[in-house]
C-alpha cells in the first residue's frame, strides 16, 4: 500500500521543539524527493522545506535557521526538525513525495505553538 503517514505533531510553547517524522511504504523512497507543507487556516499551502534524492536541501526563508530537514533512506523516513517555535508556525504539517509527475501526500499532523 503506498502511503505517507507523519506523526510528532502536538502543543509545544514559544521557543520550544518538535520533531516531525514522515514513514513512506509502497515506494522506492530513496528516489523520491521528500518535502514538508504546511496550512494555516485561511492561509495557502506553503512549503516549508524538502531534500531531494541526491540530498541538496531548500528551506523557506521564515524558517532557515530554525528547522532541519532529513532523511533516512534505510527506513524509508523522513523528518523535520524544528526548534525556536514561534506561533506563527502553528498549522497542519503535511509530508509530500515527488518524483517526475508523480505526487503523493500524507494526512498531515497539527502543530500549535501557544503558550
Known amino acids: 500500500q503506498v502511503q505517507l503517514v507523519e506523526s510528532g505533531g502536538g502543543l509545544v510553547q514559544p521557543g520550544g521543539s518538535l520533531r516531525l517524522s514522515c514513514a513512506a511504504s509502497?515506494?522506492?523512497?530513496?528516489?523520491?524527493?521528500m518535502g514538508w507543507y504546511r496550512q494555516a487556516p485561511g492561509k495557502q499551502r506553503e512549503l516549508v522545506a524538502r531534500?531531494?534524492?541526491?540530498?541538496?536541501?531548500d528551506y523557506a526563508d521564515s524558517v532557515k535557521g530554525r528547522f532541519t530537514i532529513s532523511r533516512d533512506n534505510a527506513r524509508n523516513t523522513a523528518y523535520l526538525q524544528m526548534n525556536s517555535l514561534k506561533p506563527e508556525d502553528t498549522a497542519v504539517y503535511l509530508c509530500?513525495?515527488?518524483?517526475?509527475?508523480?505526487?503523493?501526500w500524507g494526512q498531515g499532523t497539527q502543530v500549535t505553538v501557544s503558550s
Open positions: 509530500n513525495a515527488e518524483r517526475f509527475k508523480a505526487r503523493l
Open positions: 509502497g515506494i522506492s523512497f530513496s528516489w523520491y524527493t
Open positions: 531534500i531531494t534524492s541526491g540530498g541538496t536541501i
